[in-house]
């Protein structure tokens, strides 16, 4: 079975993409998983300057797109989540991102969130907008996978309920194998995995040492509360095809690790994985 390793361009923190595609290689990997916004959460800082948003001009985007080629780096997925999906405005915005993912990368996955609705009201209008995303999703070829996220997509109860709810087969899931134990206290990833297999196009491969709200995200292997071993045996067992990505968001309160400690860190992941025969 062939699997698709790749990482999330914002392990490279605040270098941003255009490092991403040229050091990725290096680490022993050739595809990217690419954020098309900014980040600031954790201590984890980029700039929008940084990435390739929906805002870019089509010089701009042409000019990425023959970065990538340039170094022989394939783009498994682009990261279009962080606009509110209670609101029009916020959807809308995804939507924008979505089209620019499909025309410029030709991606079969789009990763973004569900909100966190406060109230049944606020539930309804983010699954009728999850609706109308799926329909947009599917118009270009793309997949929505959504992120394990405080609230709808929380655990896998939620995660069931959510896409029972939404019932659209051009959005399902992202499942993040170190957030489910970040926002839930005392799971298991892989028996809350077990639970959604079936629904998973996308997953985050990111570790962590077990503990409730501990913003703790090593190099893969190095926490110590997953078993990727058996994260790959699950989804073997159903066939899954989409992209293990490498997500690294750093250990709170430590220092910029800056860009050399960051490629070391992802080539480390990479090994570690290849040596679970991912």
């Given at each position: 079975?062939?699997?698709?390793?790749?990482?999330?361009?914002?392990?490279?923190?605040?270098?941003?993409?255009?490092?991403?595609?040229?050091?990725?290689?290096?680490?022993?990997?050739?595809?990217?998983?690419?954020?098309?916004?900014?980040?600031?959460?954790?201590?984890?800082?980029?700039?929008?300057?940084?990435?390739?948003?929906?805002?870019?001009?089509?010089?701009?985007?042409?000019?990425?797109?023959?970065?990538?080629?340039?170094?022989?780096?394939?783009?498994?997925?682009?990261?279009?989540?962080?606009?509110?999906?209670?609101?029009?405005?916020?959807?809308?915005?995804?939507?924008?991102?979505?089209?620019?993912?499909?025309?410029?990368?030709?991606?079969?996955?789009?990763?973004?969130?569900?909100?966190?609705?406060?109230?049944?009201?606020?539930?309804?209008?983010?699954?009728?907008?999850?609706?109308?995303?799926?329909?947009?999703?599917?118009?270009?070829?793309?997949?929505?996978?959504?992120?394990?996220?405080?609230?709808?997509?929380?655990?896998?109860?939620?995660?069931?309920?959510l896409m029972e709810d939404v019932s659209h087969p051009h959005v399902l899931l992202n499942f993040d194998t170190g957030n489910i134990a970040y926002y839930n206290a005392g799971v298991d990833p892989c028996d809350e995995l077990e639970k959604v297999?079936?629904?998973?196009?996308?997953?985050?491969?990111?570790?962590?040492?077990?503990?409730?709200?501990?913003?703790?995200?090593?190099?893969?292997?190095?926490?110590?509360?997953?078993?990727?071993?058996?994260?790959?045996?699950?989804?073997?067992?159903?066939?899954?095809?989409?992209?293990?990505?490498?997500?690294?968001?750093?250990?709170?309160?430590?220092?910029?690790?800056?860009?050399?400690?960051?490629?070391?860190?992802?080539?480390?992941?990479?090994?570690?994985?290849?040596?679970?025969?991912?």
């Amino acid at each position: 079975m062939t699997r698709i390793l790749s990482c999330f361009s914002n392990c490279y923190g605040p270098a941003g993409v255009r490092p991403a595609v040229e050091l990725i290689r290096q680490a022993g990997i050739d595809h990217l998983e690419l954020a098309l916004r900014g980040h600031d959460f954790g201590g984890l800082v980029i700039p929008e300057s940084a990435v390739v948003t929906e805002k870019a001009d089509d010089a701009t985007a042409q000019a990425f797109v023959d970065h990538l080629a340039k170094h022989e780096v394939q783009v498994s997925g682009c990261n279009v989540g962080g606009a509110d999906m209670r609101t029009d405005e916020g959807t809308a915005l995804t939507e924008r991102r979505i089209r620019f993912a499909a025309k410029w990368f030709h991606v079969p996955i789009c990763v973004t969130g569900a909100g966190q609705p406060a109230d049944d009201d606020q539930r309804r209008s983010v699954i009728a907008n999850l609706r109308r995303l799926g329909d947009v999703a599917s118009e270009v070829g793309v997949t929505l996978a959504l992120e394990t996220h405080k609230g709808p997509t929380q655990n896998a109860e939620a995660m069931l309920a959510l896409m029972e709810d939404v019932s659209h087969p051009h959005v399902l899931l992202n499942f993040d194998t170190g957030n489910i134990a970040y926002y839930n206290a005392g799971v298991d990833p892989c028996d809350e995995l077990e639970k959604v297999k079936e629904l998973v196009r996308n997953v985050h491969v990111k570790d962590n040492r077990g503990g409730l709200e501990e913003w703790y995200f090593p190099a893969v292997g190095d926490g110590g509360a997953v078993d990727f071993a058996r994260v790959r045996s699950i989804l073997d067992g159903v066939g899954y095809q989409g992209a293990y990505t490498i997500e690294i968001e750093g250990i709170g309160g430590e220092p910029e690790p800056g860009l050399e400690e960051r490629q070391r860190r992802i080539a480390r992941s990479v090994a570690h994985l290849k040596g679970l025969g991912y």
